[in-house]
């Protein structure tokens, strides 16, 4: 089933244990923060599923105060969001923001992951995945 907020629209694969989300246009941090709740919400996504977030076709670039919103947003969703965010951008600025955003999030023990290539995004997810089923998640943070 595909669910959708305005501009993010995602897929969930239970058999993989993952949310696969596409970002498009220019959200609002409203919009974001929406769609970040929902997606929580979805009576198909549960604890420890990973979450593969390509934005490589949305051309708004968190600011420095979004960021911090985000980061708090998720300070609150943290047990949720514990299967590890892989983050597909283009472009310089955007990967730069994504990278800043990973060590933002890592003070507050989410795992987000910063990428310009899907493949090495879904990699990373699948080594979080195996790492958390053997209990050594925390050794690729």
Do not use: C, K, N
């Not at 974001?32 to 670039?61: C, N, Q, W």
């Not at 283009?90 to 999030?105: E, I, L, N």
Request: a neutral charge; hydrophobic letters at 50%.
């Amino acid at each position: 089933m595909i669910a959708a907020v305005m501009s993010y629209t995602w897929t969930i694969d239970a058999r993989r244990g993952r949310a696969t989300v596409v970002g498009t246009g220019a959200p609002t941090i409203i919009e974001t923060e929406a769609a970040v709740l929902h997606l929580a919400r979805d009576p198909g996504f549960r604890p420890g599923y990973g979450v593969l977030l390509d934005v490589r076709d949305m051309s708004y670039i968190p600011s420095w105060a979004d960021a911090q919103a985000y980061q708090r947003l998720f300070a609150g969703l943290r047990a949720t969001y514990t299967g590890g965010l892989a983050v597909v951008v283009s472009g310089t600025a955007p990967y730069g923001v994504a990278r800043m955003m990973s060590v933002m999030f890592g003070f507050i023990g989410v795992q987000l992951g910063a990428f310009t290539d899907p493949g090495e995004a879904t990699a990373w997810l699948d080594r979080l995945a195996q790492a958390s089923l053997s209990g050594d998640a925390g050794s690729l943070a």
